[in-house]
């Protein structure tokens, strides 16, 4: 099958490492094209609805159970809801579910587990086990490939049912994760964490107002938001404000330029991957000069001396004093990074807020670059059931609905209407969708101890992305060759 990007002229938006998980978790990177996005234009969706052939099947009322993460970190995993609640979105995807029951006779049950292990945990004991206990698991990203070493989930590109290259499935997305023509989990718009994770910076305009800085939205614009511009604004806004030094404390006064939480995730706004797929297989891509250039800029521009950064807490929860969330959210940072879920957490706050890409490392960089969170679940099929084939048509006919129903409700009630307050943050919203590709280094667990040193350096300070490389070269190389042996 092959993966061809249609509906070029249709897209608007979708798709989204660690913001809020345990860093021992493994972490993997793919440059592909931008993520695309379906546009809620009603010509647009009545011309794939004429393209879209139900299948004519009957399914004789069958419980078809899903293994699904629960929601976390302010993201939607959940698949279904107990009910119509007034609330748009989720009775959006309430009437998803039941649409996708009428179609093919079935009963949809979901059972859903923390997104961190739990997932994993229950779906290698079932399948270890042999059980026809699920017919189709949403699996963390991050664990897909633990459950691919050991045979677990069938190849989705062998199952017709599932149209990878129609627009309801995120095309770049499964394009990047696909290797030597195996794709074992995809992404689609039946589950909205893949949009909800991206991360981007948020910055607060009233800040940037009484600070007499312009808003970096035409910066974006123009292709000159980079690492320079960002520590200008860092420097501008860093202030201690009669405290004594930028040592956080609880009814401090001292403000920052920004607020972070991870390195890594700069390093992939510079589209500078651990490994991306090559040639069809996995291929180590990172340390080379550009590499290290990158996060010597990056570390320039995090600078703690001057409060122009203040790194995450280790362990801190974002609703604790301190926490870098919650840092931004009571005005003592220009920007924070975090995820577009995030929005949700601000809707009621007082002051302005608005959003944009990770920066560049300089103009000559041709795209902006986004990063989905770590865990994200995507649809796949265990080895275990007892009729693959059904679960490639309802996991096509459910994403099909979703696309339709589902994500024209979360893009222009919950993200747009709701969550951002002007028409320059929806616009970033779209460069920051288009910008996403997926983490590899997370999906097939390779690099996770090399990116722990690298984020290490924001408390420490030290340029040690060279080190660290040639630390644990050999060992990724190793884990690589290794995992390009399941795809011969």
Known sequence: MKHTHLWAAAILMSAVMVSCGDAEQPPVISETQPVSAASTDSQVQSETEALYDFPQVDYGAYEFRILNAADIYSMRAQIDREGLTGEALDDAMYERCRETEKRLNIVIRESNYGVDSEVFTQANKVIRAGDDAYDAIYIPSRDMYRLTAQDGLYNLMDFDALQLNQPWWINAYNDAITVNGYLFGAAGYSQLMVMDSLWCLYFNEDMMANLDLDKPYDLVRNGSWTLERLSEYCKAAANLNGDSDFTYKVGGTAVWGISYDGIDRFMFGLGEPVLRVEDSFLTLTCGGERYINGFERILDTLTTAGGEAKPQTSGLADDTDGSYINIFETERALFMTAEISKTSRLRNKEFNFGVVPYPKLDESQETYYSMPFYGTPIYSIPVTVSDAERSAVVGDVMTYI?????????????????????????EMLDIIIRASTPNLMYVYNIGTQFINEINAAAYTGENNAASAFAKYESKMQSSIDKANEKFQ
Do not use: A, C, H, M
């Open 402 to 426: 979703s696309y339709q129903s589902v994500l024209p409700v979360f893009r222009e009630v919950t993200l747009e209407q709701k969550g951002l307050r002007n028409d320059d943050s929806i």
